[in-house]
């Protein structure tokens, strides 16, 4: 590899882990946050939104200021503005500051893994794109995973400012190195279709708005959630109407979904939201909630999810050339099928040890599948298409991560209450076996201290048969894919994909 070739992939894929980083290292420190901000629980979950919010309706204009600006411009003021709304969200005194710079961080972040996707496919030759999005996939997967982690070590050590502060150096040294060796793309003048991207903006937020809120406010019992959902309904209806029969230039080329290729990856990216996004979040609150692990301690346990991903990028970046992708598909697939069935066997009596091979299995299988899902998206597309492709599939993956998350949550909780209900109902005088388990405790049925202690053991269980409801379900998710990958054309051989030039 050409010294030029690695510090571009050096500085833009350090971009990209900053981006990713940030929607997960913060979760940690949201109690500490809250605390100093004189933020409620509900209210501090909007530092998190406005990130979510801003950077998924800001995702598709990575297109349009790419040819406006041209991709080293266009780059270097996405570092830039991120590194100072970081800084600025560290100094943050107040909730409504904080929610402000978060907002505008996602703004900036926004283009950055489109961006550094479409660069690594013009900088490396066309045998070795394999190998480039294997580089730009450890970024984009492991360090999301990593970031509760990292995020619990420097709250418990420093202090939660330092989840952002973290940022600064990592942004400076991408921004040199950019300045320096990212190559460019010519300017062309080109048209916003502003009616198309409003249309857009708000059906993206209305929806992110629903998604984030639903689970706590009780989806549409809430008056909010329903107009909220309406809005997001009737902006997403006037958007495609609108780009499909107005005469001006669309805010994105709808040759996109017609590339079959592109299609189908967009909806596996779709499908694997519920399956690996709501999945790492239940596993979390299983071992927090359920097991009582402390928070850095069940950052630690989910660490090895990442690093067989790390490795496993890395055998499919190498091995690319010789297989064909849709094998590495078919491998990750199954290998989650596997991670996710053995955690339905999980109860409040495995061990730690238990936990570590499905997080392996899972970790696995999403670096079989996400590297060449990647590739694989943009082999068949025009190369004039490539940043446009990817400012609209990093758009795809962000929405489908939050529907996965709050269609998992949702599920889970729905199956907690069920449970609640039908196992609160051996709670009776005449049920021997819990006569045999307060009887130690000198305790009885008749007793309000019994009754208690009975009440939160049944609660324990269906909380318990939830989570197993919910981890099945994750694991039919990944079955679901199987047709989909039926769908997928391989590539032919020295076909370049999308946004590839030549790398000199």
């Not at 450890?138 to 982690?149: D, F, S």
């Not at 040199?176 to 190559?183: D, F, N, Q, S």
């Not at 460019?184 to 409003?198: I, K, N």
């Not at 639903?214 to 902006?235: E, M, T």
Request: contains cysteine.
């Amino acid at each position: 590899m050409s010294k030029s070739r690695l510090l571009t992939s050096v500085a833009v894929m350090a971009a990209t882990i900053m981006q990713v980083l940030d929607t997960t290292i913060v979760n940690v420190a949201l109690p500490s946050m809250a605390g100093q901000l004189d933020a409620t629980p509900d209210n501090i979950s909007w530092v998190l939104t406005s990130y979510l919010i801003a950077s998924a309706i800001f995702m598709p204009l990575t297109g349009f200021f790419t040819d406006r600006l041209g991709q080293k411009r266009f780059l270097l003021v996405s570092i830039a503005g991120f590194v100072i709304t970081s800084a600025l969200c560290g100094m943050a005194t107040s909730l409504a500051q904080m929610v402000l710079f978060r907002f505008l961080q996602g703004v900036f972040g926004a283009a950055l893994v489109p961006l550094s996707q479409s660069i690594m496919l013009q900088t490396y030759p066309a045998e070795q794109r394999g190998k480039a999005m294997a580089i730009w996939a450890m970024g984009v997967m492991v360090a999301p995973i990593l970031g509760p982690t990292l995020g619990g070590w420097l709250t418990e050590v420093i202090s939660w400012r330092w989840t952002f502060y973290i940022n600064l150096p990592v942004g400076i040294v991408s921004f040199l190195l950019a300045v320096r060796y990212v190559p460019d793309t010519a300017v062309r003048e080109r048209r916003m279709d502003w009616l198309g991207f409003a249309s857009l903006a708000l059906g993206i937020g209305a929806l992110q708005l629903v998604l984030d809120r639903g689970n706590q406010d009780d989806w549409f019992s809430s008056q909010n959630l329903v107009a909220a959902a309406i809005i997001a309904a009737l902006a997403f209806a006037f958007f495609i109407v609108y780009t499909l029969t107005g005469k001006h230039h669309p805010l994105f080329d709808l040759r996109l979904f017609k590339d079959r290729n592109f299609l189908v990856a967009s909806l596996i990216m779709t499908t694997i939201g519920v399956g690996f996004f709501g999945g790492m979040l239940l596993q979390s609150l299983f071992m927090q909630n359920f097991l009582g692990y402390p928070t850095f301690e069940a950052g630690l346990y989910m660490a090895p999810r990442g690093l067989a991903s790390l490795f496993v990028m890395i055998f499919v970046g190498k091995f690319s050339g010789r297989f064909p992708p849709r094998n590495f598909v078919l491998a990750g697939i199954f290998c989650s099928i596997a991670g996710n069935y053995l955690m339905t066997r999980f109860t409040g009596d495995i061990t730690a040890g238990d936990l570590i091979l499905p997080m392996i299995l899972q970790g696995m299988g999403m670096g079989l599948i996400f590297v060449p899902i990647s590739t694989l998206a943009f082999t068949t597309l025009p190369k004039e298409l490539g940043a446009e492709a990817a400012g609209i599939y990093s758009l795809i993956r962000t929405v489908g991560s939050a529907l996965g998350i709050s269609v998992l949550a949702t599920y889970f909780s729905r199956s907690s209450q069920q449970s609640w209900g039908l196992l609160r109902g051996d709670i009776t005088l005449y049920n021997d076996a819990l006569h045999s388990y307060l009887a130690p405790l000198h305790l009885d049925i008749s007793d309000p201290q019994g009754i208690a202690l009975a009440a939160k053991a049944v609660l324990h269980q269906a909380q318990n048969v939830a989570y197993i409801d919910s981890f099945w379900f994750a694991t039919l998710n990944f079955v679901l894919m199987l047709p989909l990958l039926l769908l997928l054309r391989a590539p032919a051989k020295g076909v370049a994909p999308a946004a590839h030039t030549s790398p000199e």
